[in-house]
T-cell receptor, first 113, second 115 residues
Framework: NAGVTQTPKFQVLKTGQSMTLQCAQDMNHEYMSWYRQDPGMGLRLIHY???????DQGEVPNGYNVSRSTTEDFPLRLLSAAPSQTSVYFC????????????FGPGTRLTVL | AQKITQTQPGMFVQEKEAVTLDCTYD???????LFWYKQPSSGEMIFLIY??????QNATEGRYSLNFQKARKSANLVISASQLGDSAMYFCAMNPPRGAQKLVFGQGTRLTINP
């Protein structure tokens, strides 16, 4: 199993550009999440999904959209990139049930100029 | 709302010594899970250990153990016999009931193991 994969690994955008960060998992996990990690800080939840067709906002959702059309994929869309969105983005997945840890992808390092 | 506090921005420990990384949490939910993750310089997030709020015994996973003091709302990570490869950022996190997908993280502690 590949686990959780993310593409691209690195991306540079100009202010105002849009893009989609891809995330896929092959573990048949119901739950998927997107986090951002800013320098010197822990991860903060952007959006999450509890199943195909079901998404909800996390702590810092502004400027981002998500959709979940399949169990495997959970893309994150930046609508109009801003320098404040410069960060490392992590996708994670897990199964239902509080005893299971989240499995994280390798992250995407995004810079917005 | 849930909150995680890690008060040690950085720690320096001699190789082979034991180290304790502090974590306190705040929640009004009686049911929750506590996690520790390791983030090496390469950037990936590695799960270390889990403690459920109703677990009677402290969790252990190899050299890692979790010192869970529910009344004090603390969940400290203990690493025994530290190794150079333990140098990394360590994050404490928690999730609410039925919220396995909604982790709340602390700011992390950077651990450096000196030879």
């Amino acid at each position: 199993n590949a686990g959780v994969t993310q593409t691209p690994k690195f991306q540079v955008l100009k202010t105002g550009q849009s893009m989609t960060l891809q995330c896929a998992q092959d573990m048949n996990h119901e739950y998927m999440s997107w986090y951002r990690q800013d320098p010197g800080m822990g991860l903060r939840l952007i959006h999450y999904s509890v199943g195909a067709g079901i998404t909800d906002q996390g702590e810092v959702p502004n400027g981002y959209n998500v959709s979940r059309s399949t169990t495997e994929d959970f893309p994150l869309r930046l609508l109009s990139a801003a320098p404040s969105q410069t960060s490392v983005y992590f996708c994670a997945s897990t199964n239902r049930g509080g005893r299971t840890e989240q499995f994280f992808g390798p992250g995407t390092r995004l810079t917005v100029l | 709302a849930q909150k995680i506090t890690q008060t040690q921005p950085g720690m320096f420990v001699q190789e082979k010594e034991a180290v304790t990384l502090d974590c306190t949490y705040d929640t009004s939910d009686p049911s929750y899970g506590l996690f520790w993750y390791k983030q090496p310089s390469s950037g990936e997030m590695i799960f270390l250990i889990y403690q459920g709020s109703y677990d009677q015994q402290n969790a252990t996973e190899g050299r890692y153990s979790l010192n869970f003091q529910k009344a004090r709302k603390s969940a400290n990570l203990v690493i025994s016999a530290s190794q150079l490869g333990d140098s990394a950022m360590y994050f404490c996190a928690m999730n609410p009931p039925r919220g396995a997908q909604k982790l709340v993280f602390g700011q992390g502690t950077r651990l450096t193991i000196n030879p």
